[in-house]
């Protein structure tokens, strides 16, 4: 699905302030309600605009340790090893990836010693064969979707 400038500009928009509502979109992008509904509609059908949820800082709330793993796993199993590893708590993400192992998975702990029960759980996982494991020291660029909406906008002018 194209996103153009308008597009563009109501996800920032909504980027920086998820809680406005339709109307006060429309009044700050000039543009009438029932455009700024009509393109919610269309990007949320299309896949594009998948919900609103808040961002939270994991470390506020008990999990200040961020570790990625990346899991060898044994052929055809990637189904039933990723539903396993959706059902450990503290895996955040995981992607099916090429290279050295299969799957990349971002998982949280409280400390070490919790890391070390997450893995151990992860390990644990049949399909599971190999698991290599860096602990993220800091974060110099968190997720983010800004730049690539901000050159849609440019893009277009």
Known sequence: MELDALDARLLLLLTDASRLGVLECARRLGVARGTV???????????????????????????????????????????????????????????????????????????????????????GVPGVLRTSTSIALSTPVAPRVRPLLERIARDDE
């Open 37 to 123: 509904q009509a393109r919610l509609d269309r990007m949320s059908a299309g896949g594009v605009l998948t919900g609103f949820p808040p961002e939270l800082r994991l470390d506020a709330v008990g999990y200040g340790l961020t570790a990625f793993a990346v899991l060898e796993i044994a052929q055809g199993r990637r189904g039933e090893v990723a539903e396993a590893l959706a059902a450990i708590d503290e895996v955040c993400e995981v992607h099916a990836t090429t290279g050295q192992g299969d799957l990349f998975v971002r998982l949280v702990a409280r400390s070490n010693d919790d890391l070390q029960r997450v893995i151990d759980e992860v390990v």
